[in-house]
């Protein structure tokens, strides 16, 4: 196999344990790596009110920089007549179309790119340049346009009062940083020591006023369609750091009256974690949100579509009875429908829903994924996408859908996408399983192959028919790739989803050792050459695999945790450990139990490589030098790979390509 360098991309990765990469001479960098890298990402559509054009993002890397570019384009959903519209460096996201302006607004760094801070952009259609509409000091962290035009509500974090003083100053020591929250760390964030506020701004003059809001932890405003209410979520509880509920809010912009919650729950309503902001009724007279009881349920807390009727405050669950998640909801034009994304077993979706209850409709379903969508006039864009074929904007009438962006059709003409074979079979106690199969780009059939069983994470989410890379990577170096959705997953159902509930590593160990031993015994899967690998908890269940069974000759672990005990109080799940698990103190059984690789290292002799970010707080990086330790010990075969400074999510484009590489040499390296 081709090796990756750190040279050619000037950066540096840090490694533990023996073996790195060249510093000089670094080799061409594999060629799928480089086709994958080139693949440009096609965003969510904002659709024009009138339904004739639909505003996205197109990202890509740049190796040059080492970056993601994002640009804007432009397209019309009648003809795909596309066009660029920005050609920045900065970054730029969060696309509106403003009402009454022909133009949108966005959020872009261009003015603080060294320091990220983004501010509120408006862009004309009909010719001109961009220029900033807000000038908060701080930056703005999301935002909306009011119905006139004429106001933004924003969110924006306060300033950090623990940052270093400017490198100009007479003393540079860093001010110590005091916590006192219960829940304190957030993966890209770090330590949180700030708080979010609302402001309202003045479009022309970009004068700004804070809004004194109740609750706390103010998020996603949106304005009613009528003007007269701002929406926004908050949590009410006296501590909320203990809790995931928030509640949608009624704040009256007239001045005259109270804020207030729309309507009170014991669910998550419309919380920053659910993908979307309150949706209003065009007539202003409901709201709609993703609800789910993650309190008590966690994360695989079904999400749900809430009807909120105003003023009333009557809260209908409208796909309640449909026991599976859905996002992103929209109404039509009229308002007697919503449409959402529905995630059902290895697909997703578009579906709708009538406003009244019931009478529930599959849109746009199939061997694809739906993963946004948005509704101007009568015209439905939606971004969608398969195993074989990359994101693309499509319009969706009658069940059908037509591609309207072709922003991949060079690239994959050139370096063709493998697709997918749907499988089934029986785990140990009989449960059925699913997952995906594909097959080596050179598969001839009669033959069996070296076969990766990669692994999602979550757990709660599942592999569908949907563009991922990785096992593009891998079919077209001739593995066999199985995607299995064990328990844990979803798609089907909470009860599925759950299956796993305070026992990682239990059931869903044998789930995807059964898709292991199905593939074998239909001679596609050598049983002599098997490979496993994932991120998150793909890698957290690739430790509980090769923890309780030693068939695989090469592990991959990215971003992994096999030590609850060490979890607990590092990371950012706090909550979620006390919902399912309890303290340590209280259930040192079930912290020992789930906690088996580590504590059990002595059961593993797969050669295990293990790939982390540096700032990762999700999964934080002491529990992959934990296993790392733990089988240089016992001398098995590993190797730790540290990415400086990243958080949970890699997205540096060399840092990509090493990871991709560093799989590919070492699985080969221990097939041999």
């Known amino acids: 196999m081709l090796r990756l360098f750190t040279a050619l991309l000037a950066v540096t990765v840090l490694v533990y344990g023996h073996g790195s990469y060249a510093d000089d001479q670094a080799p061409p960098m594999d060629p799928t790596i480089s086709a994958l890298l080139s693949m440009k990402r096609v965003g969510a559509p904002a659709v024009s009110p009138d339904g004739k054009h639909a505003a996205y993002i197109v990202s890509q890397a740049d190796l040059a920089?080492?970056?993601?570019?994002?640009?804007?384009?432009?397209?019309?959903?009648?003809?795909?007549?596309?066009?660029?519209?920005?050609?920045?460096?900065?970054?730029?996201?969060?696309?509106?179309?403003?009402?009454?302006?022909?133009?949108?607004?966005?959020?872009?760094?261009?003015?603080?790119?060294?320091?990220?801070?983004?501010?509120?952009?408006?862009?004309?259609?009909?010719?001109?340049?961009?220029?900033?509409?807000?000038?908060?000091?701080?930056?703005?962290?999301?935002?909306?346009?009011?119905?006139?035009?004429?106001?933004?509500?924003?969110?924006?974090?306060?300033?950090?009062?623990?940052?270093a003083p400017p490198e100009d100053a007479e003393i540079t020591t860093a001010p110590p940083i005091v916590i006192d929250r219960f829940a304190f760390k957030s993966d890209g964030v770090g330590y949180l020591t700030q708080a979010q506020h609302i402001y309202l701004v003045d479009l022309e003059s970009g004068e700004s006023e804070q809004l004194e809001l109740p609750g706390a932890e103010h998020a996603s405003p949106a304005y009613s369609p009528d003007?007269?209410?701002?929406?926004?979520?908050?949590?009410?509880?006296?501590?909320?750091?203990?809790?995931?509920?928030?509640?949608?809010?009624?704040?009256?912009?007239?001045?005259?009256?109270?804020?207030?919650?729309?309507?009170?729950?014991?669910?998550?309503?419309?919380?920053?974690?659910?993908?979307?902001?309150?949706?209003?009724?065009?007539?202003?007279?409901?709201?709609?949100?993703?609800?789910?009881?993650?309190?008590?349920?966690?994360?695989?807390?079904?999400?749900?579509?809430?009807?909120?009727?105003?003023?009333?405050?009557?809260?209908?669950?409208?796909?309640?009875?449909?026991?599976?998640w859905v996002y992103e909801p929209a109404f039509n034009g009229s308002g007697d429908r919503l449409y959402v994304v529905v995630e059902k077993d290895r697909t997703q979706m578009l579906a709708s829903v009538a406003t009244g209850g019931g009478d529930f409709r599959e849109e746009l379903s199939g061997p694809l994924s739906v993963s946004s969508f948005g509704i101007g006039g009568d015209r439905v864009v939606a971004r969608i996408g398969t195993a074989a074929k990359p994101y693309e904007l499509h319009t969706v009438e009658a069940g059908s859908a037509t591609a309207i962006t072709a922003h991949n059709a060079q690239n994959l003409a050139q370096f063709p996408w493998q697709p997918v074979e749907e499988i089934s079979f029986n785990s140990a106690d009989g449960t059925r399983v699913n997952g995906l199969l594909m097959l080596p780009a050179n598969y001839r059939k009669g033959r069996d192959y070296p076969t990766v069983l990669w692994i999602h994470g979550g757990p709660t989410s599942q592999f569908a028919h949907e563009p991922r890379r990785?096992?593009?990577?891998?079919?077209?170096?001739?593995?066999?790739?199985?995607?299995?959705?064990?328990?844990?997953?979803?798609?089907?159902?909470?009860?599925?989803?759950?299956?796993?509930?305070?026992?990682?590593?239990?059931?869903?160990?044998?789930?995807?050792?059964?898709?292991?031993?199905?593939?074998?015994?239909?001679?596609?899967?050598?049983?002599?050459?098997?490979?496993?690998?994932?991120?998150?908890?793909?890698?957290?269940?690739?430790?509980?695999?090769?923890?309780?069974?030693?068939r695989f000759k090469a592990a991959a672990s990215g971003a992994s945790i096999s030590n609850a005990w060490a979890g607990f109080g590092t990371d950012m799940y706090i909550r979620e450990y006390l919902s399912e698990l309890g303290a340590p103190w209280e259930n040192p059984e079930g912290y020992n139990r789930i906690s088996y690789p580590f504590l059990h290292a002595d059961r593993i002799s797969t050669p295990t490589l293990f790939l982390v970010g540096e700032k990762d707080y999700n999964v934080p990086l002491l529990s992959s030098e934990q296993m790392y330790q733990a089988l240089k010990v016992l001398n098995v075969p590993t190797r730790l790979v540290v990415y400086p400074g990243q958080p949970h999510s890699i997205s540096v484009p060399s840092y990509e390509a090493d990871i991709w590489q560093r799989h590919l040499d070492w699985f080969a390296e221990h097939l041999q």
Not at 140 to 154: C, F, K
Not at 238 to 243: G, L, S, V
Not at 519 to 532: F, M, T
């Open 470 to 550: 990785d096992p593009q990577l891998f079919a077209a170096h001739g593995y066999a790739v199985l995607m299995i959705n064990p328990r844990g997953s979803t798609g089907r159902g909470i009860d599925y989803a759950k299956g796993i509930y305070g026992a990682w590593g239990s059931v869903d160990v044998p789930d995807v050792l059964a898709g292991v031993d199905w593939a074998v015994k239909q001679g596609i899967a050598d049983p002599d050459q098997l490979v496993i690998g994932g991120w998150s908890y793909g890698g957290m269940l690739t430790n509980y695999v090769i923890a309780s069974d030693q």
């Open 227 to 324: 003007g007269k209410y701002l929406a926004y979520v908050a949590k009410g509880a006296a501590d909320p750091d203990r809790t995931s509920d928030y509640d949608v809010y009624l704040h009256p912009l007239s001045g005259r009256g109270k804020t207030r919650p729309a309507a009170s729950s014991p669910l998550n309503d419309c919380g920053p974690g659910l993908q979307t902001r309150p949706v209003w009724h065009p007539d202003s007279s409901a709201i709609a949100c993703i609800s789910g009881d993650e309190d008590k349920d966690n994360l695989y807390a079904q999400y749900m579509l809430k009807l909120i009727e105003l003023p009333s405050g009557k809260q209908s669950l409208l796909t309640e009875a449909l026991d599976l």
């Open 65 to 163: 920089t080492d970056s993601n570019t994002t640009d804007i384009w432009l397209v019309e959903t009648a003809t795909g007549k596309t066009r660029q519209l920005t050609y920045s460096s900065a970054s730029e996201s969060a696309i509106a179309w403003h009402p009454t302006h022909h133009a949108i607004t966005f959020l872009t760094d261009r003015e603080n790119e060294d320091d990220g801070i983004s501010q509120v952009w408006l862009l004309p259609l009909a010719g001109g340049e961009a220029r900033p509409i807000t000038h908060i000091e701080q930056g703005v962290d999301d935002y909306v346009v009011a119905p006139s035009g004429q106001q933004l509500a924003v969110v924006a974090t306060e300033s950090d009062p623990f940052e």
